[in-house]
């Protein structure tokens, strides 16, 4: 067990998981020239451990918050499409399933969720049945159809809202959550919309990047963001003014890339967008910082979704039940800069389309360098099976993949595709296993 400066067993770490909603990496200021201001968000990263081949778990947010909460590939979890009100069963996290607000509960945490959830509707769905104490949001879009006017959970109870602004009313809320339980050890999700769609932003914040010469979409889309980051400041803030910045994890990503619906920006020329297994899609900011025990640096290792869970067990020292069989790595080692060759080795895997997961449409596999796609088709329904033959990316001299060497590499190819549909099969049966 760690101990303090005065011998004494050091108190458990808070949490704080802040995760924003379609933000790409080059949707930080530090990484596009300055095109918005993201100061809080920078200052975060140079604070932190940064991943700069940090993957979220699919290429949409319910499957990829599944993910996130459970430590395994979305496709275990149940939770594969995105619309809540026609696919029910496609969009609930599992009973079976155990969360990160589950885990955090059982060991004494107080546990809040602070925007958005998107994991399943339905009373026995909902966050306060999924280990978290605390609940103050929305359950998806059709609570908030527009920033300036949203409906709100609070504790089970629907609150309606017109006369504040969604993304500082979250931001204010997070802080309130800090004050209320600074005594306790505290594990508090704060899932932001912004920059989802529907766009929106008070005038005097769209104005100046109108000035700049950004289209309307843009220049909403960057007023979101910076109001969002200066939320985050606040928080941050707060942690200071409390004096327990020191012993609070914070981990900031989104969700998953940029929403190609909106005027396209500035994503470090990645391919791809939402919706798609390419880089552009499923490539994603993500830093961690604790002060009293990690030094800030940037890795390499590619990262994913799945590996939060088990991170945040070893760092507050606490135990995975032995009947969770994660698919996530803990990044503890990483974090504190050991070897960790293991994460270069590792396969990754993404599948993402509406409906029944059709594993020849939108499927991917990284190993190493190398990357197999089997191509997207359609944001839509697919009709069917698709017939597109995979391609092959090596990222490392292709980082925006725009060379299909499959036919210099026939052998590889052959044998990371078949890779990928033994994944397709194990994670299908698993999904479709009995209650």
Known sequence: MDRNTNGLPAAKPNVILILADDMGIGDLASRNGNRNRTPHLDRLKQESVWFERAYSAAPVCAPARASLLTGRYPHRTGVVTLNQQRYPQLTRLRKDETTLANLFQDNDYVTGLIGKWHCGDGAEYLPLARGFDEFEGFVDHTHVPSYFDYKLLVQGQLHAESKQYLTNDLSNRAVQFVRRHQQHPF????????????????????????????????????????????????????????????????????????????????????????????????????????????????????????????????????????????????????????????????????????????????????????????????????????????????LSSDPTESHDVSAQYRTRTARMNEALQAWSQEVERDRNRLP
């Open 187 to 394: 594990f508090l999700h704060l899932a932001h919309y912004a920059p989802h769609r529907p766009l929106g932003a008070p005038e005097d914040r769209i104005e100046p990047y109108l000035k700049k010469g950004f289209d309307r979409d843009t220049a909403t889309v960057y007023a979101m963001i910076e109001i969002m980051d200066e939320g985050i400041g606040n928080l941050l803030g707060e942690l200071d003014r409390l004096k327990i910045r020191e012993n609070t994890i914070v981990i900031f990503a989104s969700d998953n890339g940029p929403d190609p619906l909106v005027s396209s920006r500035f994503n470090a020329q990645l391919r791809g967008t939402k919706y798609t297994v390419y880089e552009g899609g499923i490539r994603v900011p993500m830093m961690i910082r604790w002060p009293a025990q990690l030094d800030p640096s940037e890795r390499d290792e590619v990262v994913h979704f799945a590996d939060v869970l088990p991170t945040l067990m070893e760092l507050c020292q606490l135990e995975i039940p032995d009947h969770l069989k994660l698919d996530g790595r803990s990044l503890a080692g990483v974090l504190r800069r050991q070897s960790a060759k293991e994460f270069l080795k590792q396969p990754r895997f993404w599948q993402w389309n509406r409906t029944v997961p059709l594993y020849s449409h939108n499927a991917a596999i990284r190993e190493g360098d190398w990357k197999l796609v089997r191509p997207y088709v359609t944001r839509g329904v697919p009709k069917g099976d698709s017939t597109l033959p995979p391609a092959l990316y090596q």
